[in-house]
């Protein structure tokens, strides 16, 4: 006699006392009930806590050199789109290092009115602030004015990814 399926309110709490990179790599992948319950807490529990940046130089033309600034844009989540849960909205902006944030943000903003994020870019993704990772996410989109919007699947497949 086959078990009786637990209501979803049940696997739930259940994956609450999971480590994330579990529920994205084995208990997403188990079925559609796991799947729509691991998706909605990484959603509503984990995405948050996710940041994504990327380094660029502040120097003339297009090769860097050594002695350069290299400034860093950090996004941190916002919101999932509500035309397409697919993206994730990352907007609040900081730069580092501090003391050269106007000519970052000179930067960035010709980055965001010319150049179209390239699929070689490689963005730095953080999980709580620490064990950063360096991937690739060809599905970004930046918005001049929202900041970045990122396909958080493809994010977090990239990230928790062996």
């Not at 690739?136 to 062996?162: N, T, V």
Request: aromatic share 14%.
């Amino acid at each position: 006699m086959p078990c009786p399926q637990l209501p979803s309110e049940l696997w739930l709490e259940i994956f609450h006392y999971c480590s994330a990179r579990d529920l994205w790599l084995s208990l997403r992948k188990t079925n559609g009930l796991l799947e729509a319950c691991a998706e909605d807490i990484i959603c509503k529990d984990i995405l948050h806590e996710f940041t994504i940046s990327y380094t660029f130089s502040l120097g003339a033309g297009t090769r860097p050199r050594w002695y350069d600034v290299k400034p860093s844009i950090i996004l941190c989540f916002s919101g999932l789109s509500k035309y397409n849960s697919q993206y994730a909205l990352f907007d609040k902006i900081a730069f580092r290092p501090e003391p050269y944030h106007q000519r970052a943000w000179e930067k960035w903003n010709q980055i965001c009115c010319g150049e179209s994020v390239g699929e070689d870019w490689e963005w730095k993704v953080a999980w709580n602030g620490e064990d950063v990772r360096r991937m690739k996410m060809p599905r970004l989109m930046i918005s001049r004015d929202h900041g970045a919007w990122c396909d958080w699947r493809e994010m977090l497949d990239g990230y928790f990814s062996p």
